[in-house]
C-alpha cells in the first residue's frame, strides 16, 4: 500500500466528515490526559506515579466492563446516535475536570469520561468499513485513521504543555470540550443511511442473551488463531506503554528536574515515531508478514525502555520514546486489520467492542505494575519494565507458529 493510497478514502465524502471528528476530538484527547497527568504531579509530586496509574487503572476497567456491551449495542442500535451521546457526554465531563482539587474527584471523572469513550471507540471503528464496503478502501481508511491518531498525538503533547505553562494545566481542559462539541457536529452531518441497523436482532434483547452476545465476540475474537496471536502481543506492548505514560512524567519533571513543555516535548517523541509506525505499517503490509510487523514492534518498545532510567539527557530520552512509540504502534495496529479482514462485518461491532475490552484489560494489568515499579523501584523502573515486556513477547512467540503468512 503507498501513501498516496491511503488518503484516497477520503474521497468518500461521509467517511470525510467522520475523520474530520476524529482528528478534532482526538487532539483534543492528547490535551485531556498531558493535563490529568500534570494534575497528578500537583497533587503529589514524585509521588505521582501512585495516582496516575490509579487513575489510568480506572480508564481502562471502564472499557473492561462496559466496551464488550458497547460493541454489541454497536451492532443492534444506529452507530451515529451512540457517538453523538457519546461526544455530549465526554464533552461536560472534560468541563468538570477545571474544577477538580481532590484524587478522589479526579477519580470519578476520569472513569465517568472513559464509560462513554468505550461506548465511541467500538461504534466509530465499526463504522469504517461499514461506510466503505470492500478492503481496498477501508483497508487505507484503516491506516488513515490510525495515522492520523499519532500524528495529532504530535501536536497533542507539546502544544498541552506549552499552553499549561501559559493558561495552567486546567484551562486546558476547556480546550479539550470544545473539541467534543465539534466533533459532534461533523458526525451529526452524516447520512443516517451509512449506519445501518442490524434489523434481525431486537434493540430490547433480554440481559442473558445480551451476555450470549459479549461471549460470543469473545470467542470470535479468540477462536482465530492470527486475531488471538496479535492480541497477545498487545500484552507485551501494553505493559511498557503503561510504563511510559505513567512514568515519564515524574522521571521528566523529578529527577531530570525539567518542566512542563519538556515533558510535552518528550511524549510528542512517543508520537513521532508512533505515526512513523502507522504509515510503515500500512506500506509495510503487502510485502511482509504481519507477524514481522508484530514482533518488530513488541521488540522496539520493551527494548527502548532498557537503558531510559540511566540517562540524564531530554533530547537521548525523545530518542528512546520515539523507537518505543514507534515499536507500540507497530504491535498495535495489525489488530483492527485483521478483524476487519477476517470477521464478518455483520459481527464486527461485538468484535471491536471484546478486543477493545481484551486489549484494555492488557493496560488495566500494565498500569498498576507502572505504579508498583515507580513507587518501589524508582532507579530500575524502566529495566524492569522493559525485561518484562520482553519476557512476555519471547512467551507468546513461542506458543504460537505460522506456516504460513498471516494475511
Not at 465524502?13 to 497527568?37: E, H, N, P, R
Request: proline share 3%; net charge positive; aromatic share 12%.
Amino acid at each position: 500500500m503507498k501513501v498516496t493510497e491511503i488518503f484516497k478514502s477520503l474521497q468518500q465524502k461521509q467517511f470525510a466528515k467522520l475523520y474530520a471528528g476524529q482528528i478534532i476530538s482526538l487532539l483534543g484527547d492528547a490535551f485531556t490526559w498531558v493535563g490529568i497527568a500534570l494534575l497528578a504531579f500537583e497533587f503529589a509530586g514524585e509521588k505521582a506515579a501512585g495516582i496516575l496509574s490509579i487513575a489510568l487503572t480506572l480508564r481502562v476497567t471502564a472499557f473492561i466492563l462496559f466496551a464488550p456491551y458497547a460493541g454489541l449495542l454497536a451492532d443492534k442500535i444506529n452507530r451515529k446516535n451512540i457517538m453523538l451521546i457519546s461526544d455530549s457526554g465526554r464533552m461536560l465531563i472534560v468541563l468538570l475536570l477545571v474544577f477538580v482539587n481532590t484524587e478522589w474527584q479526579l477519580y470519578v471523572l476520569i472513569f465517568l469520561l472513559n464509560v462513554f469513550s468505550a461506548f465511541f471507540t467500538p461504534a466509530f471503528k465499526a463504522s469504517i468499513p461499514q461506510m466503505l464496503k470492500d478492503k481496498e478502501k477501508f483497508a487505507p481508511a484503516i491506516a488513515l485513521s490510525n495515522a492520523t491518531y499519532q500524528l495529532l498525538a504530535i501536536m497533542g503533547p507539546g502544544l498541552a504543555g506549552m499552553a499549561a505553562a501559559w493558561l495552567g494545566a486546567r484551562e486546558i481542559f476547556i480546550i479539550d470540550s470544545f473539541t467534543f462539541l465539534l466533533s459532534a457536529l461533523f458526525i451529526l452531518m452524516i447520512s443516517r443511511n451509512f449506519f445501518q441497523i442490524n434489523k434481525e436482532t431486537d434493540i430490547v434483547t433480554p440481559t442473558p442473551a445480551r451476555f450470549q452476545g459479549v461471549l460470543k465476540g469473545t470467542r470470535l475474537l479468540f477462536a482465530d488463531k492470527v486475531i488471538r496471536f496479535a492480541l497477545l502481543v498487545e500484552l507485551a506492548a501494553a505493559i511498557a506503554g503503561a510504563t511510559i505514560l505513567v512514568n515519564t512524567i515524574v522521571f521528566v519533571k523529578g529527577v531530570l528536574d525539567q518542566g512542563d513543555k519538556q515533558y510535552g516535548l518528550v511524549m510528542s517523541a512517543v508520537a513521532i515515531g508512533a505515526m512513523i509506525g502507522a504509515f510503515g505499517s500500512a506500506i509495510f503490509d503487502k510485502t511482509k508478514t504481519r507477524k514481522s510487523s508484530l514482533l518488530i514492534g513488541g521488540i522496539a518498545v520493551s527494548v527502548a525502555l532498557l537503558p531510559a532510567g540511566y540517562i540524564t539527557s531530554v533530547g537521548v530520552l525523545m530518542l528512546l520514546w520515539l523507537v518505543a512509540g514507534f515499536g507500540q504502534n507497530l504491535a498495535e495496529m495489525p489488530s483492527q486489520m485483521l478483524i476487519a479482514e477476517r470477521i464478518p462485518i455483520e459481527q464486527q461491532g461485538r468484535v471491536y467492542g471484546a478486543h477493545f475490552a481484551w486489549s484494555h484489560l492488557w493496560w488495566a494489568i500494565g498500569y498498576p505494575i507502572a505504579g508498583f515499579l515507580g513507587t518501589y523501584f524508582p532507579g530500575k523502573t524502566f529495566l524492569i519494565a522493559g525485561c518484562l515486556s520482553l519476557s512476555v513477547l519471547t512467551i507468546v512467540f513461542l506458543t504460537h507458529s505460522f506456516k504460513n503468512k498471516i494475511a
